[in-house]
């Protein structure tokens, strides 16, 4: 399962990005989709998750300003970022854990998209 992660760019501070974040296959059911954020000199931190029932879960310190949802339908998940801060700059991460059906039965998946990057500027 392949995750394509998009929407990350240059924006000053106190604006707006959208990313999003498409899985490719088939026959796919996830659990579990998220998004993390890795800044400069930093570890991989969480940003963001929701689960397949709609559950979400953010970092404490985003709460209210970043939003996650997902359509089902395109197999995609989207980070609505506001009021965005030099702090957020970072290459974002999306993940997706779940199952692939097949003929050869079912297999769990954990898979990461390549990153975008976002940066803002003050």
């Known amino acids: 399962v392949q995750l394509q992660a998009s929407g990350g760019g240059l924006v000053q501070a106190g604006g707006s990005l959208r990313l999003s974040c498409a899985a490719s296959g088939s026959s796919l059911t996830v659990a579990v989709w998220g998004w993390h954020r890795q800044a400069p000199g930093k570890q991989r931190e969480l940003v963001?998750?929701?689960?397949?029932?709609?559950?979400?879960n953010y970092a404490d310190s985003l709460k209210g300003r970043f939003i996650i949802s997902k359509d089902n339908a395109k197999s995609t998940i989207y980070l609505q970022m506001d009021n965005l801060k030099p702090d957020d700059t970072a290459v974002y991460y999306c993940?997706?854990?779940?199952?692939?059906?097949?003929?050869?039965?079912?297999?769990?998946?954990?898979?990461w998209g390549q990153g975008t990057l976002v940066t803002v500027s003050s």
């Open positions: 993940y997706a854990e779940g199952f692939h059906y097949s003929a050869n039965g079912r297999k769990y998946f954990n898979s």
């Open positions: 963001a998750h929701i689960t397949a029932s709609g559950s979400t």
